[in-house]
Structure formats: C-alpha cells, structure tokens
C-alpha cells in the first residue's frame, strides 16, 4: 500500500488539527475547575474518592474541627492545600523497633 506524499501531509494535517482541538478542550476543562484564590476546591466526592474513606468520616473529620471546608450555595468543598495538611497532620510514620 502506498500513500504518495501530499496525502500523507493531508492527513498529518488533520490530525494535528485535532490534537490542537483536544489540547483547547483539555485548557477549557482545567480553567472550568473549581477554583478560590489560585487553589484549587474539592468536593465531597472528589475528597472521598481521594482519601478512600466513608461519608461518615468525613464528617467527622469536618465536625472535629480536623478538616476546614467552605460551604459555598450550599455545596461543601475543601481546599487542597487544606487537605495536604490534614494529611501531613494524620501520618503516623512508623516506630523504631
């Protein structure tokens, strides 16, 4: 099978096309994101899938003061510099035997 070469460049120009509309669409999609101040804001369910824990937890968590949140048209969300603290705050490095 052969391709004669202004083919080829036709081809090769419709998929750079297409990569340039994908590469817009991704910049759309990150600029869309939840955003306060510069940070990024997570939701309860982007903070569930992320720590790997139960609703429940995370009240308790909120509840206790151990996580900060924002309620914003009543939604919850965490910024995740917040939720890197808390992390760093949680982790119990293990102990010397």
Do not use: C
Request: glycine residues 4%; proline residues 4%; without cysteine.
């Amino acid at each position: 099978m052969n391709i004669d070469r202004m083919e080829f460049l036709a081809w090769m120009e419709r998929l750079m096309d297409r990569l340039d509309m994908l590469g817009n669409n991704i910049e759309d999609f990150q600029k869309k994101r939840n955003n306060i101040d510069g940070e990024e804001l997570l939701d309860n369910q982007d903070l569930l899938q992320m720590l790997r824990i139960s609703n429940r937890s995370l009240q308790r968590y909120r509840s206790n003061g151990k996580l900060p949140y924002y309620t914003i048209s009543g939604k919850l969300y965490y910024k995740l510099s917040d939720v890197h603290q808390f992390i760093r705050e949680s982790f119990n490095p293990p102990t010397p035997k």
